[in-house]
């Protein structure tokens, strides 16, 4: 036991929830005319957490609110990218991280399928030659 | 060499698929301070973008600025960023000394002279015929002239550089000046804070691999991207200012709650910069949520606006009754007094008198 712990310490003016600014309400606002407007128009929305000023326990609260849905997906491309559905359907967190673990950026999006999810094009064309060249190779 | 490799060549090279391309732009977009919806333009031009030459010169500083930077907490992209630049002369960084390092920087200017990117910190002192500080035998100030001649632009990191910071403080015994200051005929773009946060230094040279152009600036020649709105605009503990709900010393109830530090001398209502957003450390806090006002660091003349424990003080004038008008009218102070400092920075060198809180916050 080390003399420091003969310190007394009482862990005091951590803000009760009541305390907190509320700025998750605003982002939930958001969320709300960007689903009116993918039902009406089908144009997907993309918000940027780290664009918004949040105070201690704001993001906590907005993900507390818009809960899990039925859809986890992780990609693994330049480090891992968690994409899930929330309760609201239509309403996707999805978490850049990078190859180190750090945050990279996190995104809300408002889609019917976040473009992380889905395949480019481009890799669509080198996939069907890649697989073409193995079954002549098999062939051979 | 891979000298000519496009920034999405390189970037494959490495190993990067196309969704982590597409990451890599999401992650590039966010530090730019640019809305997501400019993904798919960010990577159709990072796909294409090829390797400017960067000078990066160092004067009358503390290296503040470097560290910043080099310890930003998004290390893979911004690495990749500075991967992709070639950094040609620093001389902090570069193993090179003495008349090889300078050697450096005479080649990289011959070679892409009128194309290079000039970085600049710190402030040029220009007492003694600028013999305060030499590199090499030069003087700060024959340098900066120099190699800004051949400059395609100049980015002036931290408040030293853009608007002269500590080294210009009262009663600046150097004669140090800023950058815009002592060179024109150049595009210049000043990125102050001391130090500025990693994430908008890397922002700014991203904005140019991108674009290829200098972002959208403010009066104080600030992108406005990163410092179009100021702090206390942005704060999470606004609701508290506009409730009057205020914290009076640094350990009484209001403090322990969180409420707003107009009142200990936050600097936030004239402050322009991205703390309260892009925040600090790994994006863990800020000044402000940590229990301390801002102090303005980003803001000319920092140093001599008063102490920092004091509340806001405003220039005295023909504005003030504008200020106080507008406050009495429930404009939010912070947007007159944005007005005030939008003007020019000679300004901020007038008397300040001290107004209370009653003043701005008085129906």
């Known amino acids: 036991m080390s003399s420091l712990d003969a310190i007394k310490v009482a862990v005091e003016g951590i803000p009760a929830a009541a305390d907190a600014a509320a700025n998750a309400l605003p982002v939930l606002h958001e969320i709300r005319h960007a689903l009116d407007k993918l039902a009406a128009s089908g144009e997907p929305t993309v918000i940027d957490l780290s664009a918004i000023p949040f105070g201690p326990g704001d993001l906590k609260q907005l993900f507390a609110t818009l809960g899990k849905g039925e859809v986890e997906a992780s990609v693994n491309a330049f480090g891992e990218t968690r994409v899930s559905e929330t309760q609201y359907p239509g309403v996707w967190l999805v978490e850049h991280f990078s190859p180190q673990g750090n945050d990279l950026a996190t995104h809300i999006e408002v889609t019917r399928l976040p473009s992380m999810l889905v395949t480019p094009e481009q890799d669509i064309a080198d996939a069907s030659a890649a697989l073409t060249l193995r079954l002549q190779q098999d062939h051979d | ?363």
């Not at chain 2, 080649?107 to 990117?117: F, P, V």
């Open chain 2, 1 to 363: 060499m891979t000298d000519d490799l496009t920034l999405g060549e390189r970037l494959r090279q490495q190993g990067v698929s196309r969704r982590g391309f597409l990451k890599f732009c999401a992650a590039t977009a966010s530090m730019m301070a640019l809305p997501p919806s400019m993904i798919p333009a960010i990577a159709a031009s990072l796909e294409k973008a090829k390797r400017p030459s960067v000078i990066w010169l160092s004067f009358q500083e503390c290296t503040g600025c470097t560290e910043s930077l080099t310890r930003s907490h998004a290390p893979t992209v911004e690495s990749l960023i500075f991967e992709h630049i070639s950094l040609d002369y620093h001389h902090t960084l570069q193993a090179a000394a003495g008349d090889a390092a300078e050697h450096a920087r005479e080649e990289a200017m011959q070679e892409h002279y009128g194309k290079y990117l000039l970085v600049v910190d710190g402030s040029i002192p220009t007492g003694e015929n600028g013999n305060y500080s030499t590199i090499a035998g030069i003087t700060n100030l024959a340098m900066l002239q120099e190699v800004a001649a051949g400059a395609a632009a100049i980015i002036s990191v931290g408040t030293c550089a853009a608007y002269g910071g500590l080294p210009h403080a009262d009663p600046n015994p150097t004669g140090a000046k800023s950058v815009e200051d002592l060179i024109s005929g150049k595009p210049i773009i000043n990125v102050p804070g001391c130090p500025p946060i990693p994430t908008v230094i890397t922002g700014v040279l991203a904005h140019y691999l991108t674009f290829g152009t200098l972002p959208e600036l403010d009066g104080l020649r600030r992108p406005k991207a990163f410092y179009g709105q100021n702090i206390h605009d942005r704060c999470y503990r606004r609701p508290f200012y506009e409730r009057g709900e205020f914290a009076e010393t640094f350990d009484d109830e209001g403090a322990k709650k969180g409420w707003c530090l107009y009142k200990l001398g936050c600097k936030g209502p004239t402050t322009y910069n991205a703390c309260a957003t892009a925040k600090w450390n790994e994006g863990t806090s800020w000044p402000v949520e940590s229990g301390h006002g801002c102090i303005g660091c980003s803001e000319p003349n920092f140093w001599d606006a008063g102490g920092f424990y004091q509340a806001l003080s405003e220039p005295t004038g023909d504005a003030g009754g504008t200020l106080l008008g507008a406050a009495a009218a429930g404009v939010a102070a912070g947007v007159a007094a944005g007005v005030l400092n939008r003007r020019s920075k000679a300004d901020a060198a007038e008397a300040h008198e001290k107004i209370t809180v009653e003043d701005l916050t008085r129906d």
